[in-house]
């Protein structure tokens, strides 16, 4: 059965798009055949993934082809990154002016998973979606289509604010749009010594115990590095990597 996860929260710099690439990658070493989407309108994910950034087959137009009724191929919007020869569809700026069009259009919500009910994506195994750290339609379109989401928490502020938020959206998304969406957990990114890290993970230990993931990322200066050579961390063979494969086997056993 395929997997739909949506790498999600609505606050930034929290390793959404390191996450996102990073788990794809490893899970695709360890033999999945995996697809990333770039559902942000900044395209960091694309850009990491060394997309050519005057390319046009991009998720807006994609979703513009199919508001219009004329989507005939998707094949063309599937790139693979010459890097990681992973599999993607890459996003632009552009994207977010198409929030308009979409937040117009009768039965909104469900845009992208009705694109992702095409023949076409039945041979990957799991999808990741790259979301913006904002609550728009966007992101409701990502959990609408999800089975599941994974919520990255920086542990190096306190930002629980933003974790309850997303919690709250959830909840929302599956009382009205997709009961069946599954958080498959909270993800502390960025762990390091720090008593401000290490006060975030016992606050995450004692208040969502159950839904914490027992993989933790540390914070490295590697990830920056990662980012501008346009390489995974999983290809590059990096600390951050082998964490990145652990979160990937911890998802593998959890979604069996
Ligand atoms: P988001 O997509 O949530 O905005 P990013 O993945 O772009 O977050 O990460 C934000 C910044 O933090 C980037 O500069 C990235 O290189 C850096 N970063 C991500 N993960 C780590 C980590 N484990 N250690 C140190 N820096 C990290
Ligand atoms: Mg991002």
Redesign the pocket.
Known sequence: MMKIITIG?Q?????????TMNLGVALQELGKKVLLIDL?PQA?LSVYLNHNLNDKYTIDRLIDEFINDEVKNVEKYIKTSENDKIDYIPSKARLSALEKEMDTRYSREFILKEILENEYFKKYEYILI?TC?SLNILLTNALTCSTDIII?VQSQFFTMDSLNLMLETITKIKKYVNSNLNILGILP??VDNTNMSKEVIEYLKENYANKLLDTH????????E??AFKISLVKMNKR?GKQYTELANEILRKSH
């Open positions: 929260n606050k930034g710099g929290v390793a959404k798009t390191t996450t942000d960091s790259d750290p990255p990114t960025m990322i540390s914070r490295l200066v590697e990830a920056s990662s980012t951050l």
